[in-house]
């Protein structure tokens, strides 16, 4: 049991490590040289239905954004 549960956690060590390894690669060129990464994806806005306020596809007519949320008070 000892032993099992000490590879089960190197394998687990080994995996995190490379995902460490891949979270860096788009910062990366093909020679493996660290090159200025792009800028992040903004978050998708969201619509909703003027009249009865159900979310609905941005552009189609009668929509308008979600307003951001305000952020929570402690």
């Given at each position: ?16 490590l490379a995902g460490a390894a891949q979270a860096a ?7 493996g040289k660290f090159v200025k990464c792009p800028p ?35």
């Amino acid at each position: 049991m000892r032993k099992t549960l000490t590879v089960l956690s190197a394998i687990a060590f080994a995996a995190g490590l490379a995902g460490a390894a891949q979270a860096a690669a788009p910062c990366k060129d093909a020679k493996g040289k660290f090159v200025k990464c792009p800028p992040a994806a903004a978050a998708p806005a969201r619509c909703r239905d003027k009249t009865t306020k159900a979310f609905a596809k941005c552009g189609a007519p009668n929509t308008e954004a979600v307003p951001a949320a305000a952020p929570a008070k402690k």
